[in-house]
């Protein structure tokens, strides 16, 4: 199991930035060694794929809504990975949670979540 602590949301209007973090207390040789996955879950929707980066980088995966905006990138030796959110839209409203497992778009081939963090964009 992974310990993940996503930090960095808030309150931006559309248009801006934010960036979040998701760091984790585990060893840096385990957590270097899973891929981490971005998901969001809006209110009364399901959770669903934002991004995702395997283990090493040597990968990148976006959701169709997000690609050209967001950005993942990952600093093993900080134990964590990052998603920087541009062009930010209402429609990215969501808590945002981070997870560890084997790299897919699919919630269900990750382990270990966070606790989410909220974005709120205002249009």
């Known amino acids: 199991q992974v310990q993940l602590v996503e930090s960095g949301g808030g309150l931006v209007q559309a248009g801006g930035s934010l960036r979040l973090s998701c760091a984790s207390s585990?060893?840096?040789?385990?957590?270097?060694?899973?891929?981490i996955g971005w998901f969001r879950q809006a209110p009364g929707k399901e959770r669903d794929f934002v991004a995702a980066?395997?283990?090493?980088?040597?990968?990148?995966s976006y959701a169709d809504s997000v690609k050209g905006r967001f950005t993942v990138s990952r600093d093993d030796a900080k134990n964590t990975v990052y998603l920087q959110m541009n062009s930010l839209k209402p429609e990215d409203t969501a808590v945002y949670y981070c997870?560890?497992?084997?790299?897919?778009?699919?919630?269900?081939?990750?382990?270990?979540w966070g606790q989410g963090t909220q974005v709120t964009v205002s249009s």
């Open positions: 997870a560890a497992g084997s790299f897919s778009g699919t919630a269900s081939a990750y382990s270990s």
């Open positions: 585990t060893s840096g040789r385990t957590f270097s060694s899973y891929a």
């Open positions: 980066i395997s283990w090493g980088s040597r990968t990148t």
